[in-house]
């Protein structure tokens, strides 16, 4: 009898993997569908920023300084009209605020701006000669020509009190290498991702399988046979599991090959930073997940009289899963004493935290992922008990 | 003859909810089901449990079956307690009603033998075990087809094939011919005579007459959960027949509300 819980494991492998649509959107899907959305995502965005560099303004400008017109004479960052009266000013506004015409913005330079910069001083405790930009936040293209306007003139304003200069030209003063950009940005990003990949695997599985199994009235003629209740939840908890880490480990991979193009890093951001002894520990540590988040579904799943239900009860525990998933982005949240790394869902957030930072502590891993296996363990025998009672298995 | 079932002082009550409560315009909290039941089923006979719907049929087959627990009393199958033992009366017994159902993503032939597995049959014997009653029952036709795409009698054969793997002595069927067509009905009633034949010890639950008259060597008529006759078929209907029996003692007990 006790190759009862194999004869389960291997019925629940077999209901799933024989199952072509279970398969596709269970473990195909997730990991394909997060690698081309991210993917796209970083394509999208780094489209944006290079089609900022080529951008090139349309400005009608009233009043143009000479001294900034000498600038962008030698390297103009935009195409420029010259106003001339208040009519002309009046109608751009007008044109600028109905989003019509080609012009971006409106720049308006106090008369004899050069003189008045020349003259000012800042101990005066006078107004400094004001520059009006005026420009149309609605429109992608006026808020660039906004940003770069006010950039350009900062920069001009400046060059003209130029007493010292910040990081010349010509150095490397960002001493991040690639290791570190790829930690940060991983350790960043991953954990909380991971929570959410790995809950969302085990309720597309536990609860049709749980909660389905009861709904259908098909777990009552399990129920019938000799097998020991342990072994029931024992061979339904190992077969959920096996089949949670796959489907994370498919999301795992989409993420960790398509992270660096969302994040625009390119060849800076990699997932070639980390050792084969970094994933061991990442596997060992999702393990011991997996088991505690497939016996607590499970748990909720056998008290739901349906699948419905279930999923209900479960969705509150995944957000609150995920908000754990937030603490290490979080510096204040992320604490390292051992005694944190009890508590379940945190520990492996900070455990994937620390292995992401570089700064795997086997301690904390050890901790985690003993508490893990022993919370798993909790859940069975909760499990068990719920398979043996009639209140909770045969309640309509 | 060897007593191989004995049912002895049953007792089972459920709490009803508010809602139950309302639905059925009472205000009794507790409802009891099964009252102090007890009877007697010898080595290869029939013995029917007789009753109407909500009579306590079901329930007390559950606690032969130990799916349910008792709240007083026991039951001896073969000896081993079902309080004290229910694992061993598992392996002892086998269960079929309606509301154990297969899973239909699954075909006939890995259903025996997942079951075959978990009563711990040996390959060789639960093969042979197959060939006969899926010969038997014209299942073999549909072995590798899914339980889905089976019809409603092919479902009901297959899961009676199934909950008797095991070749067990004593077998618990709860309304065995319920929404069965004729056929299937007649192939399932042959069935249990032939076990009857083979020594075995089967105990159903039924509101068909005719059913009860056709295989049943002894009956226990069950009215509000109590058991208010347990006698021979013969001695039973030596005056009136089964159906008038029945009538009789029901409007006895059940007194105006039934007259009603």
């Known amino acids: 009898m006790k190759s009862n819980m194999m004869t389960v494991i291997r019925k629940e492998l077999k209901r799933f993997f024989t199952d072509r649509r279970m398969v596709l959107t269970t473990l195909l899907m997730p990991g394909l569908m997060i690698y081309l959305l991210y993917s796209l995502m970083g394509q999208g965005f780094s489209s944006q920023f290079e089609g900022t560099e080529d951008f090139k303004a349309n400005v009608q400008v009233e009043a143009l300084p000479e001294s900034i017109k000498m600038a962008w004479e030698q390297d103009a960052p935009f195409e420029y009209t010259e106003l001339t009266g208040a009519d002309e000013k009046e109608q751009a506004l007008d044109a600028l605020a109905k989003g019509e015409g080609e012009y971006h913005l409106v720049a308006a330079f106090p008369e004899n701006f050069d003189a008045e910069?020349?003259?000012?001083?800042?101990?005066?405790?006078?107004?400094?000669?004001?520059?009006?930009?005026?420009?149309?936040?609605?429109?992608?293209?006026?808020?660039?020509?906004?940003?770069?306007?006010?950039?350009?003139?900062?920069?001009?304003?400046?060059?003209l009190a130029n007493k010292f200069d910040v990081n010349p030209e010509g150095n490397q003063y960002d001493l991040a290498s690639e290791e570190d950009l790829s930690a940060q940005v991983f350790s960043m990003m991953v954990p909380m991702l991971m929570m959410a990949f790995l809950?969302?695997?085990?309720?597309?599985?536990?609860?049709?399988?749980?909660?389905?199994?009861?709904?259908?009235?098909?777990?009552?003629?399990?129920?019938?046979?000799?097998?020991?209740?342990?072994?029931?939840?024992?061979?339904?908890?190992?077969?959920?599991?096996?089949?949670?880490?796959?489907?994370?480990?498919?999301?795992?991979?989409?993420?960790?090959?398509?992270?660096?193009?969302?994040?625009?890093?390119?060849?800076?951001?990699n997932a070639n930073v980390y050792g084969i002894q970094d994933y061991l520990v990442l596997l060992l540590v999702i393990l011991s997940t997996v088991l505690v988040i497939v016996a607590v579904v499970s748990i909720v799943s056998a008290f739901a009289k349906n699948v419905k239900e279930a999923t209900g009860w479960v969705t509150p525990i995944m957000v609150v899963s995920m908000l754990l998933g937030v603490t290490s982005m979080v510096e204040s949240l992320c604490k390292t004493e051992p005694v944190w790394f009890l508590i379940p869902l945190y520990n492996s957030v900070q455990c994937m935290n620390g292995i992401f930072s570089l700064n795997t502590d086997m301690v904390n891993i050890a901790v985690t992922v003993a508490s893990n296996v022993l919370y798993a363990g909790i859940g069975v025998v909760v499990l068990t008990k719920m398979f043996d009672s009639e209140k909770v298995m045969f309640s309509k | 003859m060897k007593e191989l079932l004995q049912v002895r002082e049953l007792k089972k009550t459920f709490k009803i909810s508010a809602k139950q409560q309302k639905i059925q315009k009472t205000k009794e909290r507790i409802k009891v089901a099964v009252n102090h039941l007890s009877f007697t089923a010898y080595q290869g006979e029939v013995f029917g449990l007789l009753g109407s719907n909500g009579a306590g049929k079901t329930t007390t087959l559950?606690?032969?079956a130990s799916l349910i627990s008792p709240d007083a009393g026991d039951v001896l199958v073969d000896g081993t307690s079902v309080v004290k033992n229910p694992g061993e009366v598992r392996k002892k017994i086998g269960f079929l009603t309606s509301e154990l159902k297969l899973e239909e993503f699954f075909t006939p032939n890995y259903l025996f033998d997942f079951f075959s597995d978990l009563h711990g049959v040996e390959k060789e014997t639960a093969e042979k075990r197959k060939r006969e009653l899926f010969d038997k029952f014209q299942i073999s036709k549909f072995a590798e087809v899914k339980v889905a795409n089976l019809s409603t009698g092919m479902k009901q054969k297959v899961s009676l094939v199934v909950s008797i793997v095991h070749n067990p002595d004593i077998i618990i069927f709860d309304e065995p011919t319920n929404g069965l067509d004729v056929l299937t009905a007649r192939v399932v009633t042959d069935f249990l005579?032939?076990?009857?034949?083979?020594?075995?010890?089967?105990?159903?639950?039924?509101?068909?007459?005719?059913?009860?008259?056709?295989?049943?060597?002894?009956?226990?008529?069950?009215?509000?959960?109590?058991?208010?006759?347990?006698?021979?078929?013969?001695?039973?209907?030596?005056?009136?027949?089964?159906?008038?029996?029945?009538?009789?003692?029901?409007?006895?007990?059940?007194?105006?509300?039934?007259?009603?």
């Open chain 2, 193 to 260: 005579l032939e076990l009857k034949a083979q020594g075995k010890t089967i105990v159903v639950s039924t509101h068909i007459f005719s059913l009860i008259e056709k295989i049943c060597d002894r009956v226990g008529i069950i009215i509000d959960g109590t058991m208010v006759v347990c006698d021979t078929l013969e001695h039973i209907t030596e005056e009136k027949s089964l159906e008038e029996k029945f009538f009789d003692i029901y409007a006895e007990r059940a007194g105006e509300s039934y007259e009603k």
């Open chain 1, 199 to 269: 809950f969302s695997g085990c309720m597309a599985i536990a609860p049709e399988s749980i909660a389905g199994e009861k709904e259908r009235g098909t777990i009552a003629t399990l129920l019938v046979t000799p097998m020991k209740r342990s072994h029931l939840a024992l061979g339904k908890v190992i077969s959920l599991s096996i089949i949670a880490i796959l489907s994370g480990l498919s999301s795992f991979l989409g993420m960790m090959l398509s992270l660096p193009k969302l994040m625009g890093g390119g060849d800076m951001i």
């Open chain 2, 62 to 64: 559950r606690m032969i």
């Open chain 1, 117 to 159: 910069v020349a003259e000012y001083q800042v101990s005066s405790g006078q107004p400094a000669p004001a520059v009006e930009i005026y420009y149309n936040s609605s429109n992608t293209d006026s808020q660039t020509a906004y940003g770069m306007m006010q950039g350009m003139l900062d920069s001009y304003e400046s060059a």
